[in-house]
């Protein structure tokens, strides 16, 4: 069956650096979408990206984040200046239709 | 702005009993309902879904849930629980009308633990 993927499992970085993280969308879904969850809190939806452009986006997804599909496969998420806060697991999700599908997640510490 | 309350924090059950997680939502429109379970270190799992029809909706590993209308409710249930069920689940919404790529909508969350 079709799974989602997401790189790296888990990403420790300093303060003020830049990660990206890294999702392959199973092959014939169209809709891309973020999400991130605080240890112990629940999943907050980041940015969808449909047709090469964001479809919507939540208040957390501010100027230090970005999306792109840099190769026509990959779905990245970039966070240009990471904060403390920024730490969590972060999703991928895609869909065709209806149901959105999830990768493992990435666990992003940031010391 | 649509939103999910999953008012149990924790559901208690012992094997072979049936169980039921509740969840209730609020959309300005129509809604899309989904149920996710989530276990440890790992990426949500769907489970089923409610778009329109009949309100009992069957989905993976033996799990239904059954939409209300009127009490705006879509409780997840099962007959018999398995140890193997104890995870955290997520109910979820989304807007019909606002279009196939918009965002889902989760709750906080309900761990279902069963016991022997």
């Known amino acids: 069956e079709p799974e989602v993927t997401q790189t790296p499992s888990h990403q420790v970085t300093q303060m003020g650096q830049e990660v990206i993280l890294r999702c392959v969308p199973i092959?014939?879904?169209?809709?891309f979408y973020w999400y991130r969850q605080i240890l112990g809190q629940k999943v907050e939806f980041l940015v969808s990206?449909?047709?090469?452009?964001?479809?919507?986006k939540s208040e957390i997804f501010d100027d230090q984040f970005s999306v792109e599909r840099p190769d026509g496969s990959n779905f990245t998420l970039k966070i240009r200046s990471t904060k403390l806060e920024d730490s969590a697991m972060y999703f991928c999700a895609t869909s065709e239709r209806d149901e959105q599908f999830f990768g493992p997640g990435t666990r992003l510490t940031v010391l | 702005a649509q939103s999910v309350a999953q008012p149990e924090d924790q559901v208690n059950v012992a094997e072979g009993n049936p169980l039921t997680v509740k969840c209730t939502y609020s959309?300005?429109?129509?809604?899309?309902l989904f149920w996710y379970v989530q276990y440890p270190n790992r990426g949500l799992q769907f489970l089923l879904k409610y778009i329109t029809g009949d309100n009992l909706v069957k989905g993976s590993y033996g799990f239904e849930a059954e939409f209300n209308k009127s009490q705006t409710s879509f409780h997840l249930k099962k007959p018999s629980a398995l140890v193997s069920d104890s995870a955290l689940y997520f109910c979820?919404?989304?807007?019909?009308?606002?279009?196939?790529?918009?965002?889902?909508?989760f709750g906080t969350g309900t761990r279902l633990q069963v016991t022997l």
């Open positions: 959309v300005s429109g129509n809604p899309y």
């Open positions: 979820a919404v989304r807007d019909i009308y606002t279009g196939t790529a918009s965002k889902l909508t």
């Open positions: 990206f449909y047709n090469n452009e964001i479809s919507e």
């Open positions: 092959s014939n879904h169209l809709y």
